[in-house]
């Protein structure tokens, strides 16, 4: 089943309205808050996943070690998140975090669709889809479809989320939220709806708290006029009998913290002063608590605590909380900064408050707009920063290298019948080795075209290949490779069970063990780079190869695969990359011998009479001079996958 990909939420048109009230705090008057729009039951989870018969224990997060390797989906909708304790930089009981995407489509707050890629333990993607429906219940978590699978969640363990969190500030995350009013129809909000918590207790808490840590400062960035309404807030309102109406008559207490002074609003609206204040020429970095009961109201803010009121039309049980800035009217250059939100219940039997929502806004992008669930639609300027300064790299759409990317000595990027011609620097054009298999035009991986080759003599093709003759005259292409280099190839295999290992970049002379070769293994269907060192004192050859299958990467009939190789001669290492994802990372222990400039430059098999040329499509063959870095890498993969 293939589903497309959808947010987890839908934002929907509330019409609310908003009044401002004489001190210039803005306040809902009548209006309908959201329907219970559908929350993801995936949401919120640490899904160990269990091993089952329909896969191999090497693509289970299940483990025997410290900690339980488990998956997280992100709030955007699109992220997923690996952490594992099995990972080559981790030791266990210390998580390592890593990142892929994946699609859903709610259907309700305990199923839908979904579907992903399943990681190893080492941190690596496997080869693994999942894609199926899913129910969730009494946190447990069952996936139908092409791979049954079951899951656990942990969010209960305090181990797995504190290390998760860990592993979340080491991989350089740590964003929060920014509430900004910029509008003069609108105030800036984050505005969290107790019936969209993924929480037990229902749409209202009667008796609770909430943890949160500000920042209320002048937003450098900001071109707004000061308009003297520069209050911050946060606001607790009460459920009604008014088709869950948010208005003025429902407010259960409110906080303003602006203009250098802590205050509270009293039973009659009106806001007073608590004592407490602050430098209003800096930045305020405010720890909050606030604590709730259907008659009480008290908040501490940077260990002092003051008692609030709750408003003489409140209903007492909290159905929404709110972040606010500014007023309704106008604007403000101030800016707030909210982090590591909890809402808690409070269990009247035992006297504990059981943690119902938390949110440390690390599991979206950067700039994402908060007006989705698991928030209220009402949201208005709420959205992700990061406190480093610098965004993480999304992981399907990453952003480009500054400067120019380094032009190809060879690359041909099949997009037209004329497969032969080379838009690199060399200009080497291809081929066709005798044998003629069968040459198409295909879609390619990311929607441009693509050569088909059929090498099956029973649908009109024959064994065949295609190479370009180097020549030490015109040494500007992959003859002219000294030290580092990078070799690409973007493939779909047809089908696999070749009689011999089928070559997809080959520039090697074996007998003398000269050059490089890219290729595929016919025994298991993994990636394997091998380079050579020529002949040692006793004529004995010298090679070694990164291979796809130490991190446990095989390729499967008709998928799309970017496939990257970096030879680092300052490093003596040999990288291979599976759709951006290091596989395996190997130490050369010689010199790499770079292969006669008269040798042919082999592409897709070379045999002409024998079962060793590939069968399927090629979207595009690459190498350069030099060894490609990371977000370079990943830039390739994105331009070959954005379908």
């Not at 729009?37 to 224990?57: C, R």
């Not at 070769?517 to 091998?530: A, G, T, V």
């Not at 011998?593 to 979207?619: A, P």
Request: glycine fraction near 8%.
């Amino acid at each position: 089943m293939q589903i497309s990909k959808v947010a987890t939420a839908v934002a929907l048109s509330t019409g609310l309205l908003f009044g401002c009230n004489s001190d210039g705090l803005p306040i809902p008057t009548d209006g309908s808050t959201d329907p219970a729009t559908p929350t993801s039951a995936l949401l919120n989870g640490y899904w160990e996943f269990s091993d089952t018969s329909a896969f191999s224990a090497a693509y289970s997060s299940s483990s025997s070690t410290d900690l339980p390797n488990v998956y997280r989906f992100s709030a955007d909708g699109e992220t997923l998140y690996y952490y594992t304790d099995n990972s080559a930089d981790t030791t266990l009981g210390e998580y390592e975090r890593f990142e892929t995407t994946y699609e859903e489509t709610i259907e309700d707050d305990t199923s839908g669709q979904v579907a992903f890629t399943l990681f190893n333990n080492d941190g690596s993607v496997s080869t693994i889809s999942v894609d199926g429906d899913y129910s969730a219940a009494d946190g447990g978590l069952s996936i139908g479809g092409n791979i049954p699978i079951s899951g656990t969640d942990h969010s209960e363990n305090t181990e797995v989320t504190s290390s998760a969190d860990t592993a979340d500030e080491a991989s350089g995350v740590n964003n929060a939220a920014q509430i900004l009013d910029t509008l003069t129809d609108d105030t800036g909000e984050l505005r969290l709806k107790i019936l969209n918590t993924s929480s037990t207790v229902g749409k209202t808490i009667s008796s609770g708290k909430l943890t949160v840590d500000l920042t209320y400062q002048l937003n450098p960035d900001s071109t707004q006029v000061d308009e003297g309404q520069n209050n911050s807030y946060i606001s607790l309102y009460s459920t009604n009998d008014e088709n869950d109406k948010v208005s003025n008559a429902y407010h259960h207490g409110d906080i303003a913290i602006g203009d250098g002074i802590i205050q509270f609003r009293d039973a009659s609206g009106s806001l007073t002063a608590t004592g407490g204040t602050f430098d209003a020429n800096s930045t305020f970095d405010a720890t909050v608590e606030v604590v709730w009961t259907p008659t009480s109201h008290t908040f501490t803010i940077n260990g002092e605590t003051y008692t609030g009121a709750v408003s003489s039309n409140s209903s007492g049980e909290v159905q929404v909380i709110a972040l606010r800035l500014g007023t309704n009217s106008g604007v403000t250059p101030y800016e707030l900064i909210a982090d590591n939100l909890k809402v808690y219940s409070l269990n009247e039997s035992t006297g504990e408050y059981v943690e119902e929502f938390k949110d440390t806004f690390n599991d979206y992008s950067v700039g994402y707009d908060l007006n989705n669930n698991p928030y209220n639609s009402s949201t208005s300027e709420a959205t992700v920063i990061s406190l480093t300064g610098e965004a993480p790299v999304d992981p399907e759409n990453p952003e480009p290298p500054v400067g120019d990317f380094p032009v190809a000595l060879n690359e041909y990027t099949f997009d037209s019948s004329d497969y032969a011609v080379d838009s690199g620097s060399a200009k080497n054009d291809l081929t066709s080795k005798s044998g003629s298999p069968l040459i198409t035009t295909t879609a390619g991986a990311a929607g441009t075209g693509a050569m088909h080759i059929d090498q099956d003599s029973a649908t009109g093709g024959g064994y065949g290949y295609v190479y370009y003759n180097a020549t030490s005259e015109t040494t500007t292409g992959a003859q002219a490779i000294e030290g580092s280099f990078s070799v690409e190839t973007v493939i779909k295999a047809d089908r696999f069970g070749y009689s011999s290992d089928v070559s997809l970049v080959d520039f090697a002379e074996t007998s003398d063990y000269l050059g490089f070769k890219l290729y595929l293994e016919s025994s298991d269907n993994s990636i394997k780079f091998k380079v050579y060192g020529g002949l040692d004192a006793e004529d004995n050859g010298l090679s070694t190869e990164a291979k796809s299958s130490e991190g446990d990467v095989y390729l499967v009939e008709d998928n799309w695969y970017h496939i990257l190789a970096t030879y680092s001669h300052s490093d003596s290492t040999a990288n291979l990359y599976i759709d951006g994802t290091l596989v395996h990372s190997k130490s050369v222990d010689f010199d790499v011998v770079e292969n006669t400039t008269d040798d042919k430059f082999i592409l897709l098999g070379g045999s002409s009479s024998s079962d060793k040329n590939f069968d399927g499509s090629v979207d595009n063959i690459a190498v350069w001079n030099e060894v490609l870095t990371d977000e370079q890498i990943q830039e390739r993969v994105a331009q070959f996958t954005a379908e």
